[in-house]
């Protein structure tokens, strides 16, 4: 019977974090890293805030869970392109995507607002840097159909393409045009030609 109950608690606790987290990312959409605080995360969400300080330590905590999310949905899209039959126009197809989609964006500068503060924390920095390594290395791995085709080390592939990503988005957060997606098509082309 304890074991049940146990169980049970369990899954109630993996399910509100899972709510929070959902939650979370949207706030963090909506309002930013800044913007957006404890209690308003807590009430959106439907919780107290004692239910987001039982699963994560701080806003920067429950925000890098977040990160981890988002970073895990991103390399399946990276993975799944770089692994198509014409994976060049894929690829672009998922820059375009991306830097046209307002969400993408507005977590784009959540993420920099982050970025940014976090640099100012010698801890919350180091936590920073091993996951960017995590998904560097992650990245580095789906892209490895495509920089197969390139004269680079798969390496040094994944980081210009992941470059070239995002500074296409900062461009478009700046000043908003359409037509950048042109430039990761021309980028490409050298890597891979």
Do not use: C
Not at 22 to 40: D, I, N, P, Y
Not at 148 to 157: G, R
């Amino acid at each position: 019977m304890g074991t049940d109950l146990a169980r049970s608690k369990g899954r109630r606790r993996a399910a509100t974090r899972e709510q929070v987290l959902t939650s979370a990312e949207t706030g963090f959409l909506e309002r930013g890293f800044h913007g957006a605080s404890v209690e308003w995360l807590a009430s959106r969400a439907g919780y107290t805030t004692g239910a987001i300080y039982s699963s994560f330590r701080d806003k920067a905590g429950l925000f890098l869970a977040v990160l981890e999310r988002r970073h895990q949905a991103q390399i399946e899209l990276w993975r799944a392109a770089a692994a198509a039959d014409d994976a060049e126009h894929a690829v672009v197809a998922l820059v375009k995507g991306q830097i046209e989609d307002p969400m993408y964006l507005r977590w784009f500068i959540a993420y920099h607002e982050f970025l940014a503060s976090s640099m100012r924390d010698p801890e919350l920095r180091s936590t920073l840097r091993t996951q960017f390594r995590h998904f560097s290395h992650e990245f580095e791995v789906a892209m490895q159909p495509l920089a197969s085709s390139s004269s680079l080390p798969a390496k040094e592939f994944a980081e210009l393409v992941r470059a070239a990503s995002n500074g296409l988005a900062l461009f478009e957060v700046i000043e908003q045009t359409d037509d950048r997606a042109d430039l990761m098509t021309a980028l490409l082309a050298r890597l891979t030609g």
